[in-house]
């Protein structure tokens, strides 16, 4: 999993930058509220002024609006609310909803023979599984709830009875969506719940003890049967206090290891440990070293394999040009055997919030990049030294280590370490002579072959001051998917309001899709913005494709034509780009899932803020799903 | 006679309210309202209504008559807001039509009962009532009281769906009511009832207006409206063609109608007599005979009283049974 700059903003960095406010998400979603204001006042307008005239269109318009203030938001009733979204809610269940719960949990059972046994991360792949299928189902869910109810009401008349009292547009409004959110949260819960036993049953297995060697004074030695396509070795010491069972544990295959206890003359193996993790971790900052010496804010660019992945977005900042693409963290590479080095410095170390005796958990997820093909059995070599930031001479032996590509490596920097106080060759503790007096901590990682390279980013190292429970990270991700219903349903209703039916369904997709398809659209602004011939827009593209050119060359129609297409592409690569700033960010949300498959605790803050950027949404999509409902002829 | 859109016609007919008449009667007024429906494109389709005006009095029952398509239903829209205006105004006790406030004092039956089927009577009427901001114990109070006004004591608990159109109209009845409105308009109200049913909603919509209340009702059935309805106006093609109070409306000025019992063939003969030496001209003395609606409910009341086959000898007509009972009523 690597995470993106803005992964690590708190809550308070998010809303406001400080630095660049530009940035931040406060403005946008000011910015987005403001411009969904003015350009629902100006449409509904011009559609008014066509309909009565330009001096009557300005008073219906004027009359939403001073409504909206002086009656219909004060005026807006709990009551009258809460029988709409009841109402709703009814509908829902009376249709028979519920049965997709039904499908899904047989969907679950029968998933297991589609699962992949023989998976190197079992639990990866059951977590994943049914956070995206959870996802996917209540998205697709809440279109369709959502979309269809207040155009068949419209369509039937039954909206007739209900406008006809003393209801609000806000109440019809607000009523759908918390009736929905009620639909679709009833179905979300068991689902999670079905999730949780599915992944903890499906990971559990047992093995039995197949060969056992006494190594004398005690000690034993050992290996489990093969089962569920894996196999363990395992250790046992003698018992601590006579009378007590003896304790062993076997080694970690496949993200997991058990424990072995000898009870009189039989060994019981204990259920899988590790397997369902929710490491929270406690991220540097980083800094490179060059191969001689010298700070460099990057590392060597190995090509593409350095990519990260993960979504970045930067705000208005980038859609108005001040930063040309969506920033991403990208992996940096250290050159074996040389001075190269990769710095991390971290706050806050004190014993307090590292309590454990052996030293402090580190974690490491690496990328090798090989020129030579060297020792391929054997992963690459590097190296830990830790080191006092105040005082650069106070520095640990270096701690060696062998590189587990695409796996987390679990270290640990011992509590005491041979190493130089800058006078003398001692034992140093961690805590006294390494940590500086505010807490703080450099972590330097080296490699140490020779033409090899490493390569590290912010999110790959980092300090493990506790562990969060599987069960209350599982839950996060299912309020992550849970925020994402409700950012579909209010979308869903707020096209409802002036779509029929099937056209709102397909209002509503199209917003999920764009927002998904940010990315894209970002990097194809991005290559038009520096010239880029990178296959261009949309038009461009399709010309190439009919004709098979490849997308590096120029395109070969006539300099009128060429013309009419680049400009025609960039109205539509900019306006993309625009609406898929200011739409949602789901594919965001969606990695929350990541978090959990990898076994790292969703942080709150992170949880926060697509709370908080939802209910930005929820509001936006009610306002104008309130104007278009008013300024409605319910009976035309 | 009097044409909407011709002011000095109005201003002549009898039964307009005179210009001193004091507003705070007046529940609703039109003014000069019309109505164009335009397609997507705003190209103008058909003219539904033109410069109607018209005047409701508070406690009276207004009748909207007129052939389909004469303008009757968008009149009910412009009235409660579902339309808005090509020009011209609504006014409902002295505000907008598209207030949302006016509501809390109007009941609405539309056409056809577009309620919720998937609801039972008591959902229906406990989140009508909520949607009037009722409590609980007021509702509660409220739907009892209705579900026995219009008889589906033994229904409450069932989904709409499994309803009878007639029963559905009950409903719509009752949801209309939840708020015990000042004003009630009436789409149709009979369409889909029994005659007994439609008797009864007739004898419910007198006694709303003996309470005090204001009905608005539109029709097709010609006789519904001369039953219960103090004024009418009567629509077509999107104009008012007359308005006024059907007692006067109705009233035949050069015939005169005399009820007599137990007459001889004697006493008849010099009746017409002494009117011919008047100079008048008889046209017929003969019984009267009932309606449809009198025989149909007469035997059903019977039957009521005493089940089982009824016997209709060739020799004892039915007719003048009928015409005693319903006599002996009026």
Known sequence: MTLQPEDFWSFSEWLMRPQSFLESALLQGIVLVVLAILLGLLVGYLVSAVRYGPSEGFYAVARAVRDLVRSDLPGTSARRTYALARLAYKEAIRRRVLVVVGLFVVGLLFAGWYLDPRSSEPARLYISFVLTATNYLILLLALFISTFSLPADIKSRTIYTIVTKPVRATEIVLGRMIGFVAVGTLMLVPMAIASYFFVTRGLRHDHEVVDIKDLGDGRFEGKLSYDQFHEHTFAMDPPANPGEPALGSTDSVRGHRHVVRQIDDKYVIGEPIGALRARIPSYGTLAFTDRSGNIDDKGIDVGNEKGGGGYGASGISRLIGVASEARRLEYGFMEGGTLGSAIYTFDNVTPSRYPQEVGIPIEMSLRAFRTVKGDIVSGLNGTITMRNPDDPKIESNPITFVVQEYDVAEETLPRSIEGNDGNAVRTLDLFEDLVSDDGRLEVIIRCVDRQQYLGTTVSAVYLRPAESSFAWNLTKSYISIWLQMVMVIAFGVMFSTFLSGPVALVATFACVLLGFMAEQVYGIRYHLDRGEDMGGGPIESLVRMVRQDAMTTELDVDAVAGKIIKTVDAVMVYSLDAVATSLPNLPKMLGTAEYAASGYDIFNSLLARHAVATFGYVFLAFLIGYFFLKTREIAA | ?330
Not at chain 2, 304 to 322: D, F, I, L, M, Y
Request: aromatic share 4%.
């Open chain 2, 1 to 330: 006679m009097p044409v909407a859109s011709d002011p000095t016609a109005l201003a002549e007919a009898p039964d307009m309210v005179p210009a001193s008449s004091p507003k705070s009667d007046v529940v609703i007024e039109t003014r000069n309202l019309s109505k164009i429906y335009r397609d997507f494109w705003g190209r103008r389709k058909v003219a539904a209504l033109k410069s109607l005006d018209i005047e409701v009095r508070k406690g009276e029952i207004f009748g909207l008559l007129g052939p389909n398509g004469s303008g009757k239903s968008t009149t009910i829209k412009l009235i409660l807001g579902l339309l808005f205006p090509t020009s011209g105004r609504v006014l409902v006790f002295d505000q907008d039509a598209t207030e949302t406030r006016k509501n809390e004092r109007i009941g609405y039956l539309p056409e056809e009962s577009y309620l919720y089927k998937f609801l039972t009577t008591d959902e229906t009427l406990d989140f009508y009532g909520r949607l009037f901001d009722l409590s609980g114990a007021e509702r509660k109070r409220r739907i009892d009281e209705l579900v026995n006004l219009v008889g589906l004591q033994a229904a409450r608990h069932r989904q709409l769906r499994e309803y009878s159109k007639g029963m559905t109209r009950r409903v719509g009845l009752a949801q209309a009511l939840i708020n015990d409105p000042d004003l009630i308009l009436l789409d149709e109200p009979t369409t889909g009832l029994d005659p007994i049913g439609t008797r009864d909603m007739k004898d419910l919509i007198l006694s709303l207006r003996d309470q005090g209340k204001t009905i608005l009702l539109c029709s097709h059935q010609l006789s519904d409206v001369q039953d219960v309805c103090d004024r009418v106006a009567i629509l077509h093609q999107g104009e008012l063609k007359e308005l006024g109070k059907v007692s006067e409306l109705l009233k035949v000025q050069d015939v005169t109608e005399v009820h007599a019992r137990g007459l001889t063939e004697a006493a008849k003969t010099e009746i017409a007599e002494v009117i011919r030496r008047h100079g008048g001209t008889v046209e017929s003395i003969d019984n009267p005979t009932a309606t449809m609606e009198d025989l149909f409910l007469n035997i059903v009341r019977e039957s009521e009283r005493r089940p089982g086959a009824r016997r209709v000898s060739p020799g004892e007509g039915t007719n003048k049974k009928v015409a005693t009972e319903s006599e002996g009523k009026s």
